[in-house]
């Protein structure tokens, strides 16, 4: 059981937007930033948000992330077959003193 | 081009050890913080350990903790992780990650514990 909830599965047709949710407490996602990883089938986590809303160098302006209290969000716009992965968000649970992860959402582009 | 390359997992019997290396090249390795994270197959990503830029402070999961050790030698440039009493569910790809938001990782080395 992951310390911070995401939904198993979320899906969408190429074009559309869909959003990502990732449930924490306050003691991690509350009063700590927030990224956002995407795992390709087969490959390493890439970092595509950190800071809660920041994109490294080379992700483009199709995904965002966003925060409120205790819940964050990935935002991917204009889908593409290639976004089809695994998505994770973490964070550091001051209480754990412990990085912690989501159980991670597959998403499927239709 | 930075690059993190992960070495030193393989098949270890229940209770045994392996140590796990991570050599970095392409950045200044002696400023980041790095990260160890493993992945059961077909589960998600767990976060193990991890050990700041100097070496003096380090954290640990729950799980591993009193069994792992988290260590850096900044003049090798290489990240290492000794993995001691291992159990069945120790079993997984372990991944170096650098800097606080783990903005690389490597492809990871993967540790199975069986008898």
């Known amino acids: 059981q992951s310390v911070l909830t995401q939904p198993p599965s979320v899906s969408a047709a190429p074009g559309q937007k869909v959003t990502i949710s990732c449930s924490g407490s306050?003691?991690?996602?509350?009063?700590?930033?927030v990224s956002w990883y995407q795992q390709l089938p087969g490959t390493a986590p890439k970092l595509l948000i950190y800071d809660n809303n920041k994109r490294p160098s080379g992700i483009p302006d199709r995904f965002s992330g966003s925060k409120s209290g205790t819940s964050a969000t990935l935002g991917i716009t204009g889908l593409q077959t290639g976004d089809e992965a695994d998505y994770y968000c973490g964070t550091w649970d001051t209480s754990l003193s412990a990085w912690v992860f989501g159980g991670g959402t597959k998403l499927t582009v239709l | 081009e930075v690059q993190l390359v992960e070495s030193g997992g393989g098949l270890v019997q229940p209770g045994g050890s392996l140590r796990l290396s991570c050599a970095a090249s392409?950045?200044?390795?002696?400023?980041?913080?790095m990260h160890w994270v493993r992945q059961a197959p077909g589960k998600g990503l767990v976060w193990v350990s991890r050990?700041?830029?100097?070496?003096?402070?380090?954290s640990y999961a729950d799980s591993v903790k009193g069994r792992f050790t988290i260590s850096r030698d900044n003049a090798k440039n290489t990240l290492y992780l000794q993995m001691n009493s291992l159990r069945a569910e120790d079993t997984a790809v372990y991944s170096c990650?650098?800097?606080?938001?783990?903005?690389?990782w490597g492809q990871g080395t993967l540790v199975t514990v069986s008898s």
């Open positions: 990650a650098r800097g606080w938001g783990h903005d690389y």
């Open positions: 306050s003691s991690n996602i509350g009063n700590n930033y």
């Open positions: 050990i700041n830029s100097d070496g003096t402070g380090t």
């Open positions: 392409g950045f200044a390795f002696s400023s980041y913080w």
